[in-house]
């Protein structure tokens, strides 16, 4: 993924002020609830893992760590759980150091115990052991995987049976007039902005065509239950009319039993 890898490098450390522009400021509302909406660090995930030291997290493509250290203090702070351990895999090392970097601001940043940063392809999560996850994570990086079946693939690998998927990613708009006054923002306002506040207009540019692409609400989660997930209820919520989306898929509990 060469341009990939180097839009992410290039806007590594302007990381904030991308999904600023990207989202008219609200990313870190969207953040904040879908982080809530999981509620990470309750007494146990599911009925088939109580587990006392906490859960165990995978954050792919997070390599800022904005999501992982939102998930350590809900589970810190809401729940009482300071057990709970975030790794973050990103296949992008500028934005692992960014993360790294930022990591020192917060509460964590002397205990590695608590989270791990590790370079990873989201497609060959080959360093994270079948049924170990019980929650995998990903924000605003699907969209930018070349494999994304693939990637889903490894995410349902990964997870314990019972085991969460939770994805929160730009998605489509459901309002015809809003679709419009969106669109006409994100291809003219959004890469100008780029070129402003990072000198880096192709970078934004391509960001705004990976939303352009990415599948629909509906055609996304039918690609989460392809590779096995059962989901719940109509299988996402739109955020702010659909400019983004959380979706989310349980690893069955049933099929790990039919197979031991």
């Given at each position: 993924m060469p341009k990939v890898g180097a839009v992410f490098s290039s806007v590594a450390s302007s990381y904030d002020n991308m999904n600023d522009a990207m989202s008219l400021g609200i990313h870190r509302l969207w953040k904040d609830y879908f982080v809530r909406s999981i509620n990470p660090g309750t007494s146990f995930v599911n009925k088939s893992h109580r587990d006392p030291v906490g859960w165990n997290i995978l954050d792919v493509a997070g390599g800022t760590g904005d999501i992982a250290f939102r998930l350590l203090d809900h589970a810190d702070k809401i729940n009482g759980n300071k057990s709970t351990k975030v790794t973050v895999a990103d296949i992008n090392t500028s934005m692992l150091a960014e993360g790294k970097r930022r990591s020192f601001d917060t509460p964590y940043g002397a205990s590695s115990e608590r989270f791990d940063f590790v370079e990873a392809n989201s497609e060959h999560l080959q360093s994270i052991p079948s049924d170990s996850v019980d929650l995998y994570t990903v924000a605003f990086g699907i969209r930018n995987f070349t494999d994304k079946p693939a990637a889903l693939r490894e995410a349902y690998r990964v997870l314990k049976p019972g085991g969460l998927f939770a994805c929160l990613e730009f998605s489509k708009v459901n309002?015809?007039?809003?679709?419009?006054?969106?669109?006409?923002?994100?291809?003219?306002?959004?890469?100008?902005?780029?070129?402003?506040?990072?000198?880096?207009?192709?970078?934004?540019?391509?960001?705004?065509?990976?939303?352009?692409?990415?599948?629909?609400?509906?055609?996304?989660?039918?690609?989460?239950?392809?590779?096995?997930?059962?989901?719940?209820?109509?299988?996402f919520e739109n955020l702010t009319g659909g400019i983004a989306a959380i979706h989310k898929g349980v690893k069955p509990i049933a099929s790990h039993r039919e197979k031991t």
């Open positions: 309002n015809d007039l809003f679709n419009a006054i969106y669109k006409r923002w994100s291809f003219s306002a959004i890469p100008m902005i780029g070129q402003l506040v990072a000198a880096d207009r192709d970078s934004y540019q391509y960001l705004v065509e990976s939303i352009e692409k990415f599948p629909s609400q509906t055609e996304f989660r039918d690609m989460i239950k392809a590779v096995g997930f059962a989901v719940p209820g109509e299988g």
